[in-house]
């Protein structure tokens, strides 16, 4: 029973953190309807940059308050200077759905070279802000701990602002209406350019805070966030790229499944699982767990 538990609460911390990645693709993807794999390399930049601030200052919550500022930075920049471009020039055809996604994979590689230059390719890694020692329970050790708990309730805080901006204000709406007819949301008035932008910018956000928390309980490297953009489109596929509380649904049961497989099978089987899931998901649930079932009108 213990070992149950544990694995469960594993699985829980785990799928935060996939869910945080997964909320900063469906942010990009309900505001642009682009796939953004470049987020990884944007939020390795600036976890990067709070790795320097923990490191010079020993204030990790100014790491992150410099991190998310850079990710929202960094977001508007890819969107402005790339995205918007891209869409100026390529604006339709085959080659604009598969423009953005080539621009963004390119992106990646260039992203995670300039990183590897700069800070080189030795594994690093910082120290989070509060305990990381197992909570006692009934003289039991149990692997959870305060990070943990750090880690599944700023999921849960984001989770609720943006889905309360993009539901409940008219910046959502906005975002919503510049995604699914950009041309007839610039008839209502929808300055569509700035509104993708800002998509762009929640996205960079989200990206950073995952990259933040999930470095304490990891090593940083140019590299060391390719697997967690792999799980968190894995998550946002299975939760529904329409929805973000479906994008956490979907990094939470992720997170669970890759624990069980990790404590009761072993992590050779890790990487099958995950798309034997995916496969399953786009077979029967090809909307996503809370994904609509049909288009969905701005």
Excluded at 12 to 31: D, F, H, K, P
Excluded at 56 to 69: E, I
Excluded at 248 to 255: A, Q, T
Aim: overall charge positive.
């Amino acid at each position: 029973m213990r070992q149950l538990i544990g694995t469960l609460l594993i699985g829980l911390t785990l799928g935060s953190i996939y869910s945080l990645m997964a909320l900063a693709l469906v942010l990009v993807w309900r505001s642009t309807r682009v796939v953004n794999f470049a987020q990884a390399g944007q939020a390795i930049v600036t976890t990067y940059i709070a790795y320097e601030i923990v490191t010079r200052t020993g204030v990790f919550w100014l790491a992150v308050l410099f991190a998310v500022v850079a990710g929202a930075l960094l977001g508007a920049g890819v969107e402005y200077f790339l995205m918007r471009t891209l869409f100026r020039h390529v604006d339709e055809g085959p080659v604009a759905a598969l423009a953005p996604v080539i621009a963004t994979l390119g992106l990646l590689g260039v992203i995670k070279s300039i990183v590897g230059m700069i800070w080189g390719n030795d594994f690093r890694s910082f120290y989070p802000p509060v305990s990381t020692d197992n909570f006692v329970l009934f003289g039991e050790s149990i692997p959870f701990s305060r990070f943990n708990v750090l880690v599944i309730l700023s999921t849960t805080v984001v989770m609720i602002i943006f889905s309360f901006i993009f539901q409940r204000t008219d910046l959502g709406l906005s975002l919503r209406a510049a995604a699914f007819q950009p041309e007839i949301a610039r008839l209502a008035g929808i300055r569509v350019g700035p509104i993708r932008t800002i998509g762009w910018v929640f996205a960079g956000v989200a990206g950073a805070i995952a990259g933040v928390l999930i470095t304490p309980n990891d090593v940083l490297s140019p590299a060391s966030l390719d697997v967690l953009l792999v799980f968190g489109f894995v998550a946002a596929v299975i939760g529904g790229l329409e929805s973000l509380p479906g994008a956490v649904l979907g990094g939470v049961v992720l997170g669970i499944g890759v624990s069980f497989v990790l404590n009761y099978v072993g992590t050779t089987l890790i990487f099958p699982t995950v798309f034997v899931v995916l496969l399953l998901a786009l077979i029967f649930k090809p909307n996503g767990l809370l994904g609509a079932k049909k288009v969905r009108s701005a």
